[in-house]
């Protein structure tokens, strides 16, 4: 018997950050470090019938029942190790001794990390891991910038490298400007800059960091007048072939992630092109020369005026569109379509995702792999007071999709107990 073994952090730029670079002022992520280790239970979306997923936690054996009734049935294993320690840090310490029997099998991680190929090597899995150091190198947002300007593609930033380059490009700059560090991701390491005190606020912060030795590296951004949010999905094969592997629609809410889907009609017309399918194959060539190996994703804007913006941000790894993707494959063998939805929601103490599970069922919401429905992705983030929800939901268009997110949404504010959706 042989199968894909999945595993991975899904915080995989902290890892790839020097620990050198002063940072943007920013506040406590929803969930904290528990609700970004429960992320990992998303990679069974993407699992065959066999496979086996390897996670931070256990899983909620309600929520792995649901998903199997979905047709989503890996095997499950939790890594023991310490708490705070990563899943590819405990496989590369312990070799996953207590695991099931996996050598020879193919690996498929949500990225590569520093002890992703220890991980890979001891536990005797199949796989092409790129160095660390180009993987770390290509998720930077300056790369990717250099790329775009390199390219002369609509879109780029400035790079600016003191505290002093930072006020000056803002203060010249006609309108709002977003402040990227090269490592944010999800909304955290993006500011947007609009008025002299957030402005104060930010220089001081980053000479406060350099005073103590650390070095600036943030992108100068114009606020774009965007329409709407996109990411396209490619994956670079060893030999150096670029795969396409399609777009989704975004949902961002003050550049936080909230959601993945199918284009609208509007936007496939512009981005179904061989202009745009051309720029994507560049990025991949581009990719592959500097060594990597994998998935990526490559996030896109359309702008008021008409105008594509194909490459905003390159993330070299998986992705929640990705994921999509593959719940879209199979929604589409029963004539539905997904959209993979993402909220940040209050958690009472004691909620679990075994009662949203049950409320879902009860009102006839539950998805069950060939009628409309709503199905839970994740128990692990449900961190009290506030965690994130992700759920897939499953409709034949976008309209009955809102719709049936309005029916859930009512729900859980009427059970008592459950997770809340009104943020």
Not at 274 to 294: K, P, Q, S, W
Not at 387 to 415: H, I, K, N, S, W
């Amino acid at each position: 018997m042989s199968g894909t073994v999945h595993f991975g952090s899904f915080d995989a730029e902290a890892a790839w950050r020097p620990e050198d670079l002063a940072g943007l002022p920013a506040g406590p992520a929803a969930g904290g470090s528990r609700g970004r280790r429960g992320m990992d239970e998303l990679l069974a979306v993407g699992c065959a019938p066999g496979d086996l997923l390897l996670t931070a936690e256990p899983m909620d054996e309600a929520l792995v029942e649901a998903l199997a009734v979905a047709g989503i049935a890996p095997r499950v294993a939790a890594v023991p190790g310490h708490q705070d320690a990563t899943v590819e840090e405990r496989l590369a310490s312990a070799g996953g001794t207590s695991l099931p029997e996996m050598s020879g099998w193919a690996a498929a991680f949500y990225a590569v990390r520093p002890d992703t190929s220890v991980a890979v090597r001891r536990l005797g899995l199949r796989a092409t891991v790129p160095a660390v150091e180009v993987v770390a190198r290509v998720n930077s947002k300056v790369w990717s910038n250099d790329l775009v300007r390199d390219a002369g593609l609509p879109g780029a930033a400035v790079l600016a490298t003191t505290p002093r380059q930072v006020r000056r490009l803002v203060q010249d700059a006609p309108d709002d400007v977003v402040l990227k560090d090269p490592y944010g991701v999800a909304g955290r390491g993006a500011l947007r800059v609009g008025n002299p005190r957030v402005l104060d606020t930010v220089v001081r912060h980053l000479e406060r960091q350099v005073a103590r030795g650390a070095r600036v590296e943030l992108l100068v951004q114009p606020l774009f007048a965007e329409a709407s949010s996109f990411s396209t999905h490619l994956e670079v094969d060893p030999s150096g072939a670029v795969r396409w592997r399609g777009v989704q629609h975004v949902d961002n809410a003050e550049f936080a992630y909230r959601g993945s889907g199918p284009l609208p009609a509007d936007q496939h017309a512009s981005l179904d092109t061989t202009a745009h399918r051309e720029v994507i194959a560049r990025v991949g060539t581009a990719l592959a020369a500097e060594g990597y190996t994998g998935p990526v994703c490559v996030d896109g804007l359309r702008l008021g005026d008409g105008t594509v913006v194909p490459v905003l941000e390159i993330n070299a790894r998986r992705s929640m569109g990705l994921l999509n993707l593959h719940l879209d494959r199979r929604a589409r063998t029963v004539g539905l379509r997904s959209w993979l939805r993402c909220r940040t929601t209050p958690v009472r103490p004691g909620d679990t995702v075994a009662r949203l599970v049950s409320a879902l069922d009860d009102a006839k919401l539950l998805f069950r792999g060939d009628e409309p429905g709503v199905l839970p992705l994740a128990s692990g983030t449900l961190t009290p007071p506030r965690g994130r929800l992700f759920l897939a939901v499953f409709a034949p268009d976008d309209a009955a999709r809102v719709a049936l997110e309005a029916q859930v949404g009512d729900l859980l504010v009427a059970t008592a107990g459950a997770p809340s959706l009104v943020t």
